[in-house]
């Protein structure tokens, strides 16, 4: 079992998250202002660090915790090129501790999600929000990868607890019909409108 604590840093209001067992602490998306999460994590024994993608506003802290603690990090590796000085680990699909990883991309292509089924919370990065998906404009993004991925976490417990990278937790029965509208709509070919909102975190 491990304990959760939540941190938003950043002007683009990145959830920066830390969970913490008798091992040691794994930090989840050190997105910016390193004193601030230095001090937050005070005496804290951090052994890891998880990027759920490479989007700058979840890695940049990444250096300084890394000078500060000596640890490792890892991430998803279709996102190791962008990443800068992480450490190809073998990572993805395998986990740290209790947490299992699901390669979610579509936000960018190695993204991912951390999945605790002990302890039902899912962290969802930038790939599933409350109320939202995270957004396939930017560079890297591609919406086909994201609807297999809605997909994926449609079939899943809808009593996990889900930390996002942006905005409120929320609960995956509650986000299940919007996924399974996405998939379903992707199925209806281009140009068939659909009332999900993408990257709709900075409303929410």
């Excluded at 683009?12 to 989840?28: H, K, M, P, S």
């Excluded at 899912?122 to 086909?144: E, H, K, M, N, R």
């Excluded at 990278?165 to 299940?176: C, F, K, N, S, W």
Aim: one cysteine or more; hydrophobic letters at 40%; glycine letters at 12%.
């Amino acid at each position: 079992m491990f304990t959760i604590k939540q941190l938003t840093v950043g002007s683009w209001r990145a959830v920066c998250y830390a969970l913490t067992n008798e091992e040691g602490t794994i930090v989840i998306d050190p997105g910016a202002e390193p004193d601030r999460l230095e001090r937050w994590l005070g005496d804290a024994e951090v052994i890891g660090i998880v990027l759920t993608h490479c989007h700058s506003d979840h890695i940049g802290a990444v250096n300084e915790l890394v000078d500060r603690y000596g640890c490792w990090v890892a991430c998803g590796a279709d996102d190791v090129d962008g990443v800068a000085d992480v450490h190809r680990s073998g990572f993805d699909e395998e986990g740290v501790d209790a947490l299992r990883v699901l390669h979610t991309p579509g936000h960018t292509p190695g993204s991912i999600c951390l999945l605790s089924q002990a302890q039902q919370v899912l962290f969802s990065g930038d790939t599933l929000f409350a109320g939202g998906i995270g957004s396939t404009a930017f560079v890297l993004g591609d919406y086909p990868d994201m609807v297999r991925s809605c997909a994926r976490l449609a079939q899943m417990d809808p009593a996990l607890t889900v930390h996002p990278g942006h905005g409120r937790a929320t609960e995956l029965g509650v986000e299940r019909p919007m996924l399974a509208h996405i998939a379903r709509s992707a199925l209806r070919g281009p140009g068939q409108s659909s009332n999900w909102r993408e990257g709709s975190w900075w409303w929410s």
